[in-house]
C-alpha cells in the first residue's frame, strides 16, 4: 500500500491496516491428473517380466491485482494485474526381464531393462490494467482485468535408458555388478525471445559392488557407482549434464 495513506493519512484519512487491493479472484489453483499401472508376470521358474508406467498432467493459474498508487489527489488507486498458466505433462515407463538361475554354485538375478521418460511445460505470462478502487469504501468500477498471455516459453525433455544388472550370491558373497546407458533431450523455446537451445547427450554409467555378510549380522562391503543427473536447460549460461562418481565402503 501507498506511504501516502498508512504512514500518513490521505486526503484526511488513513487506510485500515487489513484493507487488500486485491480482487476477489485473487489466488493461486493447482489442478493435478494421475493415471498409472503396474504389470508383473512369471512366465517359468527362471523368466519373469515386469512393467509400469504413469501419465501425469497438472495445470497451474495465478492472479493477483496490485496497487500502483493514488490517481492524482483523488481517493482511487490505479491496480495493475500480473498473472501466469501453466501446464505439465508428463509420461514415463520401467520395463524389465528378469531371469533367475545357478551357474553351478553360484546364484544369479539378471535383469534387463529399458525406460522413457518425456515431460513437456508450457508457461504462459500476462500482465494488464485492473479497474481502479477506492479502498475505503471498497467501490470498484467492476471487477477482473484486461490482459492478453502471451507463451513465453516451453520445455521439452526427452530421456531414454537401457540398462543390465547381475545380482550374484554364492555362500556369503553378494556381488552387483550393473550398466546403463542413457539418451537425454533437452530443449528450451521463447516465443517472446524467439531463441530455441537444445542438447543432446549420450551417457554410459555403472555400478558394481561386494558384501560379505557376517555370523553376526554386520555386512561389510565396498562399492562404486557413476550416476548421471539430468536437468532442464536453464536460460541462459552454459548447458551442463552433471556426472557423479561415488564410492563407499
Known amino acids: 500500500m501507498p506511504l501516502d495513506g498508512t504512514r500518513y493519512a490521505h486526503n484526511g484519512r488513513k487506510l485500515s491496516p487489513s484493507t487488500n487491493e486485491g ?14 499401472y ?7 521358474d527362471v523368466w519373469s517380466v515386469y512393467s509400469a508406467g504413469s501419465y501425469t498432467h497438472t495445470n497451474v493459474s495465478l492472479d493477483q491485482v496490485y496497487q500502483v498508487g493514488w490517481i ?12 501466469s498458466r501453466g501446464s505439465l505433462d508428463g509420461w514415463s515407463t520401467d520395463n524389465r526381464l528378469r531371469a533367475d538361475f545357478n551357474t553351478g554354485d553360484l546364484a544369479h538375478t539378471l535383469i534387463l531393462g529399458a525406460e522413457y521418460h ?7 505470462t500476462g500482465a494488464g490494467g485492473a479497474a481502479p478502487l477506492n479502498p475505503f469504501s471498497g ?10 498471455y502471451s507463451d513465453d516459453n516451453n520445455r521439452r525433455y526427452y530421456q531414454t535408458g537401457l540398462y543390465l544388472q547381475d545380482e550374484m550370491v554364492w555362500n556369503r558373497w553378494h556381488v552387483d555388478v ?47 557407482s557413476q550416476a548421471i ?14 556426472t557423479d562418481h561415488r564410492r563407499t565402503g
Open 23 to 36: 480482487d476477489p479472484g485473487d489466488g493461486y489453483q493447482r489442478r493435478q491428473q494421475i493415471y498409472s
Open 118 to 124: 518425456r515431460f513437456r511445460n508450457d508457461l504462459w
Open 229 to 242: 543427473t539430468p536437468a532442464m536447460l536453464p536460460g541462459r549460461g552454459r548447458q551442463t549434464v552433471e
Open 139 to 148: 467501490y470498484t468500477a467492476q471487477t477482473g482485468h484486461t490482459v492478453t
Open 72 to 83: 492524482d489527489d483523488s481517493d482511487m488507486l490505479a491496480r495493475g494485474y500480473s498473472g
Open 38 to 44: 503396474e504389470f508383473d508376470h512369471q512366465f517359468t
Open 178 to 224: 550393473s550398466a546403463r546407458y542413457d539418451r537425454i533431450v533437452s530443449q528450451q523455446v521463447s516465443d517472446t525471445q524467439g531463441t530455441s537451445n537444445r542438447r543432446s547427450d549420450d551417457h554410459i554409467s555403472g555400478r558394481a559392488s561386494l558384501l560379505y555378510a557376517l555370523d553376526n549380522g554386520l555386512s561389510p562391503y565396498l562399492s562404486y
